[in-house]
């Protein structure tokens, strides 16, 4: 499992043209956006503060920046079971790490594929797709743009062509 990739360290390897090592590393899908800040009191695990929820990038990449974190959803290398699914949470069992207090354990599960879905795995914060909550253990379909809330954690969902063509397209401001 690799860690987040910042944005602005990733445009030499997307621009001109997609680096295939680092296909391999993001996957099929990507979560891109900032995590937020926790609360200093040790309080965050309780509640989703709305002031402390940090929007991310929109479909059409307003809102994405140089700063951006990029969370590649593939396995975690030598994963040997359900390689369909890459699993997202607080663990660092998880294909992808998410280490915030309002991110459970195991929180989701995402199949990539011609349909990509993601579902609850029955995290103690919940899940929303572009506002809806989601109900556990049962797949939801995420589109390029889908906004994906981890209980606070708010990352942009983009299949990693699309990633790649607005970065391509918007390249000049990214540095």
């Known amino acids: 499992m690799g ?3 910042v944005l602005r360290h990733l445009l030499p390897r ?8 680092l296909a391999a590393e993001l996957g099929l899908g990507v979560l891109v956006g900032r995590l937020p800040p926790e609360d200093a009191d040790g309080w965050s695990f309780r509640t989703a503060s709305v002031d402390r929820v940090l929007l991310p990038p929109q479909a059409d990449g307003s809102g994405l920046s140089g700063d951006s974190q990029v969370f590649g959803l593939c396995k975690a290398a030598g994963a040997r079971t359900q390689l369909d699914v890459v699993t997202v949470g607080r663990s660092r069992s998880n294909d992808v790490m998410l280490n915030h207090a309002l991110v459970s354990k195991l929180h989701a599960r995402f199949r990539l594929g011609d349909t990509c879905t993601v579902e609850d795995a029955g995290s103690s914060n919940g899940m929303q797709v572009d506002g809806n909550i989601i109900t556990p253990d049962v797949p939801t379909p995420v589109f390029d743009g889908n906004m994906v809330s981890f209980g606070g954690v708010v990352l942009t969902f983009f299949r990693r062509a699309t990633l790649c063509a607005l970065v391509m397209r918007l390249a000049p401001r990214l540095h």
């Open 14 to 21: 997307l621009v001109p043209a997609l680096d295939p090592a």
């Open 3 to 5: 860690g987040p990739h």
